[in-house]
């Protein structure tokens, strides 16, 4: 069986790595990688500006060839998350003067998408925890900036959104239709059972993190799925999120129970992943 991992962040300079992480993978089976790029910060580059940003950005291009030369297929995301946004807020970076930071960081995107060295926008979206409404607006301002640049450019977006069932997947739904992007572009990360039924429903992609793919999420057999790890890469958080190689175990488990077949499993980390990421099949 072949693996994928739809979503995942390393840190090549304060994780395990790039290298190390696709080689583990590998081994357990991998063939794909999608790094979306951390806030600069977790780099160590901690001054709230344009060069932190494209600093972080050539770590980014950095991992992606690293990965290569593992033998792995790879895709590359950069975005705002909203967590960013909140960060520098405590730094005291506010409003407008924030917004015309991140005004900067999507042009950065622009450039780097048309030069090739990224294949989407992401993770940007809504906070998923309790904010100040200013905040939270700024975030899905940013969003929808994303999306419109997204949709100039023919690029991927992948979103970090609150999990609010129907009424997250119906509002994105709603944007993707007003906005007339292509809904084959844009995922759902990190998706709850709940968002997952309505995604599903209301023909939208999206991830299922590999920590919430119980057996209840595994019998939606939803078609518009693809599998992530969301791993973090950070040695003063372990555990938060699982590591890329939980994949293959537990999508080998559940092959061996019964509980999936291996053509479902194809169709989610090999099928799906092709068409959304564009990359050749293994």
């Not at 007339?180 to 709940?194: F, M, N, P, R, Y």
Request: proline fraction near 5%; charge should be neutral.
């Amino acid at each position: 069986m072949l693996f994928s991992d739809a979503h995942l962040h390393v840190n090549s300079l304060r994780g395990i790595g790039a290298e190390k992480v696709a080689r583990r993978f590998k081994r357990e089976g991998g063939w794909f990688m999608a790094i979306i790029a951390l806030p600069p910060y977790h780099y160590g580059f901690t001054e709230p500006t344009i060069d932190s940003y494209k600093k972080a950005l050539n770590v980014l291009i950095g991992d992606v060839h690293k990965v290569k030369n593992e033998g792995l297929k790879v895709a590359a995301f950069m975005g705002v998350h909203p967590a960013e946004i909140e960060h520098y807020y405590r730094q005291g970076l506010r409003g407008e003067r924030a917004f015309r930071l991140l005004e900067e960081v999507l042009k950065l995107l622009e450039t780097a998408f048309k030069e090739g060295l990224i294949q989407g926008i992401g993770e940007v979206g809504r906070p998923h925890y309790s904010t100040s409404p200013e905040r939270a607006i700024l975030a899905e301002v940013v969003m929808m900036r994303s999306l419109i640049l997204a949709k100039d450019l023919g690029a991927l977006v992948q979103l970090h959104l609150e999990q609010g069932g129907y009424a997250t997947a119906y509002s994105i739904k709603l944007l993707v239709d007003v906005l007339k992007l292509d809904v084959s572009k844009v995922v759902i990360h990190h998706a709850s059972l709940e968002t997952a039924k309505w995604a599903e429903e209301l023909g939208l992609l999206f991830t299922a993190p590999i920590k919430q793919f119980d057996e209840k999420y595994v019998s939606l057999k939803a078609l518009k799925c693809m599998v992530e790890s969301d791993f973090l890469d950070d040695p003063t958080r372990p555990g938060t999120s699982a590591y890329p190689w939980e994949i293959p175990r537990v999508i080998s488990s559940y092959v061996s129970r019964g509980l999936l077949t291996e053509d479902y499993a194809y169709k989610i980390l090999v099928d799906n992943v092709v068409k959304y990421f564009g990359v050749e099949p293994p």
